[in-house]
C-alpha cells in the first residue's frame, strides 16, 4: 500500500523540482519581473522544499519496494534487497532477518551473530539531504519574511516625534 502512494508523490515532488528550477532561472536571467529579488528568493525557498520532498519519497520509494519485495514470491526470502550482487557472499552468510525504517530511512539486514549491514549506501545520502533540503528552505523563508517585514517598516512613515530608521 505504501508503495502507491509513495510513487505518485515523488513524481509529483520531482516535477516540481524541474518546475521551480525555470522559475528560479527565468527570475535570474535578463527581461525578469521588477520585483525579481522577491521572487528569486520565494522560488528558491520552494525548490529546496520540493528537493528535500522528493529526496526523501525517492528513499521512502525505494525501502517500501525492498519491503514488498520480501515474501513476494520464490526466491523472496531473505529480503531480495539484502543479496543483491554488489554485496559479497560472505557478507549474506548467516542472514537473519531485516529492519525496515522509514525515519531515519533503512533497510538494515541483520545476520545470526547481530552485525547489520545496509542493504543500500543511499539511504544515509537520503537522510542527510532531505534534512539539509529542509533547513534551508526553513531559513529561506524566514529571510523572506524577515526582508518583507523590513520593507514594509521602511516604506511606512515615521510616526510623529519618533525617528525614522
Same mark, same amino acid.
Given at each position: ?14 516535477? &516540481? ?16 519581473? %521588477?520585483?525579481?529579488?522577491?521572487? !528569486?528568493?520565494?522560488? *528558491?525557498?520552494?525548490?529546496?522544499? =520540493? &528537493? *528535500?520532498?522528493?529526496?526523501? !519519497?525517492? #528513499?521512502?520509494?525505494?525501502?517500501? +519496494? ?11 526470502? /531473505?529480503?531480495?534487497? $539484502? ?12 542472514? =537473519?532477518?531485516?529492519? *525496515? ?7 538494515? $539486514? ?8 545496509? =542493504?543500500?549506501?543511499?539511504? #544515509? ?5 532531505? /534534512? ?6 526553513? !531559513? !529561506? +523563508?524566514? &529571510?523572506?519574511?524577515?526582508?518583507? %517585514? ?5 516604506? *511606512? ?9
Amino acid at each position: 500500500m505504501m508503495i502507491l502512494l509513495v510513487g505518485p508523490a515523488f513524481l509529483a515532488a520531482a516535477l &516540481g523540482v524541474v518546475l521551480l528550477v525555470v522559475a528560479v532561472l527565468s527570475a535570474a536571467l535578463p527581461g525578469r519581473p %521588477e520585483d525579481w529579488r522577491r521572487l !528569486l528568493v520565494r522560488r *528558491a525557498t520552494w525548490l529546496a522544499a =520540493s &528537493g *528535500a520532498a522528493a529526496v526523501y !519519497l525517492w #528513499g521512502a520509494f525505494g525501502v517500501a +519496494a525492498s519491503e514488498s519485495a520480501f515474501g513476494d514470491g520464490a526466491d523472496s526470502v /531473505p529480503a531480495p534487497a $539484502c543479496r543483491d550482487e554488489d554485496i559479497p557472499p560472505e557478507t549474506v552468510e548467516g542472514l =537473519s532477518h531485516h529492519r *525496515a525504517s522509514y525515519l531515519p530511512l533503512a533497510f538494515d $539486514c541483520v545476520r545470526e551473530d547481530g552485525s547489520v549491514y545496509t =542493504s543500500d549506501p543511499y539511504y #544515509g545520502v537520503a537522510n542527510r539531504t532531505a /534534512p539539509v533540503l529542509a533547513v534551508t528552505a526553513a !531559513l !529561506l +523563508a524566514i &529571510g523572506a519574511g524577515y526582508a518583507s %517585514e523590513l520593507r514594509l517598516r521602511r516604506a *511606512a512613515p515615521a510616526a510623529p516625534g519618533r525617528p525614522q530608521p
